[in-house]
C-alpha cells in the first residue's frame, strides 16, 4: 500500500515533483562540477602557473651565505659551482613526479669585437633527458620563460649545431646592431667562438642584456667544465600551512610523525629539503613571491568553489522548501484525512519524505552527471584539460543532496506536524 | 454501561463556550441524531466524540474508558481502533481508486487486504465502481465509498458528519438506507445533521442550542412519528 501510495503520489503530482527533481538536480550539477574541479584544480592551477616561472632556486652554500650577508643577488663571488653530473639526482627525489622542469644556468663574461664586454649564461633550452623511470623529460628556459617574446626562433638543443649557436638579450642586440641570423665573435677566458643568433628575446628585464648558448659552450669559453653556477627548479607544489612553516624554518624542530607529515607532502620547502639531499653542498630556496602567489591564488579558488557549492546548496535547499509546502499545504486535507482516520505523525512524514527523497534521488543523479559534463566544460575553457572525477565527490553529493533535501523539508515537516485535522476537515 | 458517555463536557475558545456542560449517554446499537442551528456546538460535539479534539472540562467515557486525558497519540489510536468517520465533503484521495481509499483505513489500522475491502465496497453495493477514482464516481457513490471506509476496521461508532449535506434527494435516501441497513446490523451511528428528514428516521434526535442540549426526541418503533418528549 505504501509503494501504490508513493506511485500514485508522483504520477498525480509530477509536475511539482519534476519541479522539486529539477531543483534538487540543479544544485547537485553545480556541487558535482565545483567539487570535482576542487579537488582536481590543484595540479591544473599548478600547472597553470608555472608559466609564471621557476618556483625554487639553487645555489651553492657559500654562494647562498655571501648573498644573505652582503645581499648581492644571484652572482656567483664565491667562486664555488654546483656539479653538471648531478643535475640528474633532481628527478630521484620523493617528490620527482611534481618536477615539472627545472634548469641550471652557469654565467662567464666575454668580449665582443665591438670591444664591449657581455655575460654570456650557458643554460639548457629543450634538453632531452631520459630517466631511470623510463619517463623522458624535455626541460629547460624554453618552458621556464614562455613570457619571452622572441624574434627569430628559440635555440633548439637537439639540432646539430647548436652548440655553436645563441640567442640575445633585446637590449644588447640593439647595443651591438645584431639581429637574428647574424653571427657574433666572442672571446671568453679560455676560447673563443663564432655563433650565429638564432633569435633576439625580449624579456622585458636585466635578461635583455645576456647572451644565452647552451651549457657546454659557456662552460668551454670560460673554463668552467662540469660546474653549474645554480638551476631554477619548477615544481607542483600544496600552499604551505603551519606545518610547513615551521618545517621551514627548522626542519630539526618537528617531530617524527610530523617530519613523515611535511616530507610526504608536496610543501616548498620539503622538496626544497629534498633537493639540498642530493645536490651536494647546495642551498635550495622558494622563490617566495611565485611560490605564495601560487598558494594564495589556489587557496582562493577552492575557496570561491566551496563558496559557489554552498550557495547552490542554500538555493536548491529554497526551491525545495517552497515546493515541498506548498505540496503539503495542497494536500491538507489528505493528510487531515489520514490523521483523522488514525494515521500518526511518523507514518505520514515518512511518506512525505520518502516522496520528497525518491525525488531527490532522481535529480540528484541526473545532476551528477550534469555535473561531469559542466565540470569537463570548465576543464577544457579553463585549463585546456579534462577534469578528473574523484570517487569522493559521489558521496559527498550524495550526502549534500540528502541534507538540502531534510532541511529545505523541515518547514514542510513542521507545517504538516502541527496540521489539526478539524481545521481541514471542516473546511474551516 | 452505555457505549458513549460525555459528563459536564465543555468546549470554551476564549469566551465563546461552544459546548456548555453537556451531558450524553449514547447505548450501544443506538442510531443517534445530532441537530442544531448554525454555531449551536454540533461540530464541536462531533469533534470531541470522534476524539479529534479534547474538551475543555467534562469527561468522556468511550466504552468505560475516560478518553477526556489522552494525549494526541492515544486519541489516534481511539480513532483508528474504535471511530468510523465519515465526512460531507466525503474526503476521499483522489489519486487513490475507491477500493484504495477503504484500504488506506486498512493500512493505518493493521494490514491491506484488497478482498475485505471489496466485500465493504459490495456491503454499500459499489463492487462493480471499485477500481474508479473519486472523480469518476458521483456524490453519492463517493459518500459510499467514505461508508465502506468508515466501516472497514469494525468501528464501535460510525459517527458521521452531515452525510447527506452535499447529495441530492435520490442519493440522500440511498445512504439512509445504508445507515437504517448497518442499524440493523447493530452498528452504533451518531449522525451530526441539518436535515430534519435525515434526523427522524433516527432512534433519537437531540437538538443542540447555543452549546447546551436544548431538547430531545425519540422515534418511537422507527414509524418515522417524532415525538416531542423533553425540554431545557
Request: charged letters at 20%; aromatic letters at 6%.
Amino acid at each position: 500500500m505504501f509503494v501504490r501510495m508513493i506511485a500514485k503520489a508522483f504520477l498525480r503530482q509530477w509536475k511539482k515533483m519534476l519541479m522539486i527533481a529539477f531543483t534538487i538536480a540543479l544544485g547537485s550539477s553545480l556541487a558535482t562540477a565545483m567539487l570535482s574541479v576542487m579537488m582536481d584544480v590543484e595540479d591544473k592551477m599548478n600547472q597553470e602557473l608555472k608559466a609564471y616561472g621557476a618556483n625554487i632556486t639553487v645555489v651553492p652554500k657559500s654562494t647562498s651565505v655571501i648573498s644573505d650577508l652582503y645581499d648581492v643577488g644571484d652572482e656567483n663571488i664565491s667562486g664555488n659551482y654546483l656539479k653538471e653530473d648531478e643535475l640528474g639526482k633532481i628527478k630521484t627525489i620523493f617528490w620527482a613526479f611534481n618536477i615539472v622542469d627545472y634548469t641550471p644556468f652557469i654565467s662567464t663574461q666575454v668580449s665582443l669585437d665591438s670591444g664591449n664586454t657581455a655575460t654570456l649564461t650557458g643554460t639548457w633550452f629543450n634538453h632531452h633527458m631520459d630517466l631511470p623511470t623510463g619517463e623522458a623529460l624535455d626541460a629547460g628556459i624554453a618552458s621556464l620563460r614562455s613570457w619571452w617574446t622572441v624574434d627569430g626562433e628559440w635555440l633548439d638543443e637537439q639540432s646539430d649545431g647548436s652548440s655553436e649557436c645563441a640567442m640575445v638579450g633585446s637590449s644588447l642586440a640593439k647595443k651591438e646592431g645584431l639581429s637574428a641570423g647574424d653571427m657574433i665573435h666572442v672571446t671568453g677566458s679560455k676560447e673563443e667562438k663564432n655563433l650565429k643568433v638564432v633569435g633576439v628575446f625580449d624579456s622585458g628585464g636585466e635578461e635583455d642584456d645576456l647572451i644565452y648558448v647552451t651549457v657546454d659552450t659557456a662552460q668551454a669559453l670560460g673554463g668552467l667544465e662540469g660546474k653549474i653556477d645554480s638551476i631554477e627548479v619548477s615544481a607542483l607544489t600544496t600552499p604551505d600551512n603551519e606545518l610547513a612553516q615551521k618545517a621551514a624554518r627548522d626542519p630539526s624542530s618537528l617531530s617524527v610523525s610530523q617530519y613523515e607529515t611535511w616530507y610526504c607532502t608536496a610543501y616548498v620547502s620539503s622538496i626544497c629539503y629534498q633537493i639540498e639531499e642530493v645536490v651536494t653542498d647546495s642551498v635550495a630556496s622558494a622563490v617566495r613571491q611565485v611560490a605564495d602567489s601560487e598558494g594564495q591564488i589556489l587557496n582562493k579558488t577552492e575557496l570561491l568553489m566551496i563558496l559557489i557549492t554552498i550557495l547552490s546548496m542554500v538555493g536548491a535547499a529554497l526551491g525545495i522548501c517552497n515546493l515541498v509546502t506548498a505540496s503539503v499545504m495542497e494536500r491538507s486535507q489528505e493528510i487531515g484525512l489520514m490523521k483523522a482516520i488514525g494515521a500518526h505523525n511518523p507514518a505520514i512524514t515518512g511518506l512525505v519524505l520518502t516522496e520528497v527523497l525518491c525525488t531527490a534521488l532522481i535529480g540528484g543523479v541526473i545532476g551528477f552527471y550534469a555535473g561531469i559534463g559542466f565540470a569537463q566544460i570548465i576543464g577544457h575553457s579553463v585549463f585546456s584539460a579534462s577534469i578528473q572525477i574523484r570517487p569522493m565527490v559521489v558521496p559527498v553529493v550524495a550526502v549534500l543532496v540528502g541534507l538540502v533535501t531534510l532541511i529545505g523539508s523541515i518547514p514542510a515537516i513542521r507545517m504538516l506536524l502541527n496540521l489539526r485535522p478539524t481545521e481541514v476537515l471542516h473546511g474551516r | 454501561m452505555s457505549l458513549l458517555e460525555l459528563k459536564n463536557v465543555s468546549k470554551v475558545y476564549g469566551n465563546l463556550h461552544a459546548l456548555d456542560h453537556v451531558s450524553l449517554k449514547v447505548e450501544k446499537g443506538e442510531w443517534l441524531a445530532i441537530m442544531g442551528p448554525s454555531g449551536s456546538g454540533k461540530s464541536t460535539m462531533m469533534n470531541i466524540i470522534g476524539a479529534l479534539d479534547k474538551a475543555t472540562e467534562g469527561e468522556i467515557l468511550l466504552d468505560g474508558e475516560d478518553i477526556s486525558r489522552k494525549n494526541a497519540r492515544a486519541l489516534t489510536d481511539i480513532r483508528r481502533d474504535k471511530i468510523g468517520l465519515i465526512f460531507q465533503q466525503f474526503h476521499l484521495v483522489s489519486y487513490l481508486t475507491a477500493v484504495e481509499n477503504v484500504m488506506l483505513a486498512q493500512y493505518y489500522h493493521s494490514l491491506p487486504d484488497e478482498k475485505e475491502a471489496l466485500e465493504a465496497l459490495e456491503r454499500v453495493g459499489l463492487a462493480d465502481r471499485a477500481k474508479h477514482y473519486p472523480s469518476q464516481l458521483s456524490g453519492g457513490e463517493q459518500q459510499r465509498v467514505c461508508v465502506a471506509r468508515a466501516l472497514i476496521n469494525y468501528p464501535e461508532i460510525i459517527l458521521a458528519d452531515e452525510p447527506t449535506g452535499n447529495l441530492d434527494e435520490a442519493n440522500e435516501e440511498i445512504v439512509v438506507e445504508l445507515f437504517r441497513k448497518l442499524h440493523l446490523e447493530g452498528t452504533t451511528l451518531i449522525v451530526v445533521t441539518h436535515n430534519p428528514e435525515v434526523a427522524e428516521v433516527a432512534q433519537r434526535t437531540i437538538v443542540l442550542r447555543n452549546g447546551r442540549v436544548d431538547h430531545e426526541m425519540i422515534n418511537e418503533n422507527f414509524t418515522g412519528k417524532i415525538k416531542h418528549i423533553t425540554l431545557q
